[in-house]
């Protein structure tokens, strides 16, 4: 069984910063490609950034210049690394894991709001 844990959301003001990190466990072989998406309040989930194994990103246009994604491959951990937060970046944060044609896994999501 694959489990994701996320830590890192939270309350912060518009102009701050927050890492967030998600560890995965159990059965994986081979993480292609990790990222973050997230939920806004009423909106759909959309595309923040994600990384390939051999280190490629891509980010949403939103959010480039401000958030770096990470990963550390020995660990199966994927970090977000979220400055100059706006009020519009307030959101549920959801980490993925896939292989294309062998799985995709979503952890349970981190709440990170941004106050003006």
């Known amino acids: 069984q694959v489990q994701l844990v996320e830590s890192g959301g939270g309350l912060v003001q518009a102009g701050g910063s927050l890492r967030l990190s998600c560890a995965a466990s159990?059965?994986?072989?081979?993480?292609?490609?990790m990222g973050w998406y997230r939920q806004p309040p009423g909106k759909q989930r959309e595309l923040v950034a994600t990384?390939?194994?051999?280190?490629?990103?891509n980010y949403a246009d939103s959010v480039k210049g401000r958030f770096t994604i990470s990963r550390d491959n020995a660990k199966n951990t994927v970090y977000l690394q979220m400055n100059s937060l706006k009020p519009e970046d307030t959101a549920v944060y959801y980490c993925?894991?896939?292989?294309?044609?062998?799985?995709?896994?979503w952890g349970q999501g981190t709440q990170v709001t941004v106050s003006s």
């Open positions: 990384i390939t194994v051999g280190g490629s990103t």
């Open positions: 993925n894991i896939r292989r294309p044609f062998q799985y995709n896994y």
């Open positions: 159990g059965n994986i072989i081979g993480i292609n490609y």
